[in-house]
């Protein structure tokens, strides 16, 4: 079982970013049969480019999934990325046991 994490911005106006929350929300839940969003409490993630701190407020969206299928995930990785107009959008799975 693998638990893979997108890291969403909260960019542009708020009905805007709903709306294109809404759609992971449910392109996930369609696919895996569920995802979870993280969108009460923002997180705030930091960076180091080129010497320059960078800031975001992100929004994690997460689903389970028994098998990880690599390239499906790179192609929505870019798809999110586009959508979100970011030139980089991170995602992570980590293997997990579901107690």
Same mark, same amino acid.
């Given at each position: 079982?693998?638990?893979?994490?997108?890291?969403?911005?909260?960019?542009?106006?708020?009905?805007?970013?709903?709306?294109?929350?809404?759609?992971?929300?449910?392109?996930?839940?369609?696919?895996?049969?569920?995802?979870? $969003?993280?969108? #009460?409490?923002? =997180?705030?993630?930091?960076? /180091?480019? &080129?010497?320059?701190?960078?800031? +975001?407020? !992100?929004?994690?969206?997460?689903?389970?999934?028994?098998? $990880?299928?690599? #390239?499906?995930? =790179?192609?929505?990785?870019? /798809?999110? &990325?586009?959508?979100?107009?970011? +030139?980089? !959008?991170?995602?992570?799975?980590?293997?997990?046991?579901? $107690?």
């Amino acid at each position: 079982m693998h638990l893979i994490q997108i890291f969403l911005p909260l960019v542009g106006n708020k009905r805007d970013s709903s709306k294109r929350f809404a759609e992971v929300r449910d392109q996930l839940t369609t696919r895996f049969g569920g995802a979870t $969003l993280y969108r #009460n409490a923002p =997180a705030e993630g930091l960076w /180091e480019d &080129e010497g320059a701190v960078e800031k +975001d407020v !992100i929004i994690i969206a997460e689903v389970m999934a028994v098998e $990880l299928d690599q #390239n499906w995930w =790179a192609d929505y990785r870019k /798809e999110l &990325e586009h959508r979100f107009k970011q +030139d980089e !959008i991170v995602v992570r799975a980590v293997s997990m046991t579901r $107690l």
